[in-house]
Structure formats: C-alpha cells, structure tokens
C-alpha cells in the first residue's frame, strides 16, 4: 500500500486488493441478514427492508464491479489501483465512485470496441498452449470487459441514488408515501440511506405531480449531507412544501469498517481487533448507525395575510439534551462483526459498548443479534 495523501491509501499489490474486495463481499452478504433481523425485531417493515436490500445489493454489486476493474493492479500496465480510505471510513473514497459513474456513461462505447468475453478466452487459451506465455494483457482486457458489462447491467450504488417514492396508502384526504434516496456521501466516503415517511395534501399525487416532484428530488439530493442534522433537513423540507408533511425521517449509515489488515484507526475497535488475532477474512468488525426523527404533533401557522399552513413539531431525544445535540428523536449505532472479535469485545468490556447492538456473524453466515 502506499500513501496517495492525507489518509488515502492506494492498494498496488494484485493480491492486497482482492483480498480487500473479498473482504467487503463478504461483509455486505452479511448486511442483508441484519436487516432481515431487524425485520423480525418488528423495527421494520417489510417495505422497508426491501428498499435496504435493494440498496445493500446494489452495494454489493458496486464492489463486484470494482474487483473486476482492479483484478489486475500491479500486474498490467495502465491497471490502476483502488484508493481507499484508511483511517476516517474503510471504504473506498468518493472519487472511485464518481469515476464509475462516468465510466458508466461510456459502457456502451466501451463494450463495443473490446472482444466478447469468449473470443478473449480463446485467445488466452491460444496464447498459454501455443505461444506458452501468460496471457496477461488478453487477461487484463477480459476484466475491463467483465467491469463494463457490470456497469451496463446497473443496479449499482452510486455515488447518487436519486429520491424514489413509494405509495403506502391514504388516511382520509391524505396520501401517505415512502421516499427513498442514497448517496456515498464524499466528506466521510460512506454510504448513507434515507427514508422518508411523508403525508401528501396536495391536489395531484406526489409521483404523478410533474410540478412538485423534480423539485423534490433536488431539494433532498441537495440536503443528503452527513454534516447536516435530521431535524435541519426535515424542517427545510416541511418549510418549502407547504403540502408535502414529513412524518418520519431516517438516515443510515453503513461504516465505518474497521480491519487489522487494512485500516489505522484508532480506539476500542482497533483494540479488540487485534486482541481477536482472527484468521484472514474475520478481522473486521463494520458500525451501522440509525438515526430517526419523528413528528410529534402538527400546529397550524400563519401563512400570508389571512392563510395558514401546517407546520411539523418535532420530538428530540429527551435524555440529558442529546436531542438539540443530535437533531434526532433518538440514535441506535450497532457493530456487525465475526464470532472471534465478539468474544474479543465480551472480555475486554471496554466502556461505551453497553448500548450499542451487536449483530454477530456465525457460522454458515447465520446472524445474531445481542444487546
């Protein structure tokens, strides 16, 4: 590994970087089963963990395409090499995700110009047995190949996941809706999902109103900021759609990562880690942070000369005053990690950990969940 600045890290070494990627396949395998387990728990519902899972998917399918285009750093000239961020995240850094994205744009031309996946595998097979040499640059072509094919299946988690919105009923003249958005947010280089349970009073339903939802989706892209509180967004939103009632916000927050092999930070984490001295591929442990806003109650506010508009009040987390801190009605961090680092955490007690949920990965890839 070598320093590309500050705390970025640049993978050069074929092996590191696939072990990297094997790394966080497996991890977010494992996150489909938590929120499956949340599920069960009654803390969501099922159209909720469909929208999880559709994004924890396209996750996965986003390191699937970052394997294949890295498959051969330090091996092939003009192979690149996958930069990530070391102390603050684990994760890849912003600028991976937007280079996919552009890339994406391109699959089409890209695709047309390379051969077909077994027009390449022929030639391999032509250069070991009659050439006998490694084929390394038909090698290195057949996985730009494989990359852009991935692109154009889409599906992936990009850098923006713009705001999708689906019917969940009515209660009297009111359609209530469920909007969703993502985004891989570039000051902390983790991915951040939101949820959005919203009541519509307007004249023409949400999805169907070509006036109200372009605006939508470009406030809440704008807003999808890890450095803003729930209750700023929420209160932004309910402030410039007077017909549009925020209920319910939610953001998660998938990462950090932590692993003795690949990253440097500091704390607990990295104590118990190195206390686990687990094999190669359960040296990790990954924070997964819930954060809620509930409206309380709904008030009528003076709007113009003679009008009124309905405004949201907010419940904040009541105990010591976190909730003017926090900007939520409560926070619940919880750690994903294997058997080993667990009974590591378990012995070690380190202060802090008493609240927060661990979700412990067994074997078979069986999940529990512990308080």
């Keep these: 590994m070598t320093d590309s600045g500050l705390d970025h890290f640049s993978l050069q070494d074929t092996r590191v970087t696939r072990r990297y990627i094997d790394k966080f396949a497996a991890i977010t395998g494992h996150l489909g089963r938590v929120a499956a387990q949340m599920e069960a728990e009654g803390r969501l519902t099922r159209p909720e963990v469909e929208v999880l899972a559709r994004y924890l998917v396209g996750l996965s399918l986003t390191f699937r395409a970052l394997g294949h285009k890295y498959l051969f750093s330090g091996r092939a000239a003009h192979a690149g090499n996958l930069t990530f961020d070391r102390r603050e995240s684990g994760f890849p850094v912003f600028h991976e995700l937007m280079t996919m994205a552009n890339d994406a744009a391109q699959a089409g031309r890209h695709l047309a110009g390379l051969p077909g996946v077994e027009k390449l595998k022929d030639d391999m097979v032509r250069a070991i047995v009659g050439d006998l040499e490694i084929p390394t640059k038909l090698q290195f072509a057949l996985s730009q190949r494989l990359y852009y094919e991935e692109l154009a299946r889409g599906g992936l988690f990009w850098a923006r996941n713009d705001p999708q919105v689906i019917w969940q009923g009515t209660e009297g003249a009111r359609r209530r809706f469920l909007v969703h958005w993502a985004v891989y947010d570039s000051q902390v280089n983790l991915p951040q999902i939101y949820l959005m349970e919203l009541e519509d009073t307007g004249r023409t339903g949400l999805p169907k109103d070509e006036r109200r939802w372009p605006v939508v989706q470009s406030h809440l892209m704008a807003q999808a900021v890890a450095g803003l509180k729930l209750l700023t967004i929420a209160r932004g939103f309910d402030e410039d759609f007077g017909d549009l009632h925020p209920r319910r916000l939610r953001r998660f927050h998938v990462g950090p990562m932590y692993s003795s092999s690949f990253t440097v930070q500091e704390g607990p984490l990295s ?32 709007k113009g000369w003679f009008g009124t508009v309905e405004r949201q009040v907010f419940a904040l987390d009541p105990f010591a005053g976190r909730g003017a801190e926090t900007g939520a009605t409560r926070t619940e961090r919880a750690i994903i990690l294997p058997q080993r680092p667990y009974q590591a955490l378990a012995e070690l007690n380190p202060p802090g950990f008493a609240d927060v949920r661990k979700f412990v990965v067994g074997a078979g890839g069986r999940v529990l969940s512990y308080r």
Aim: glycine letters at 4%.
């Design 271 to 302: 104590r118990i880690l190195e206390a686990a001295k687990s094999p190669p591929g359960e040296d990790w442990a990954l924070v997964w942070t819930e954060e809620e806003l509930v409206a309380d109650r709904a008030e009528a506010v003076p």
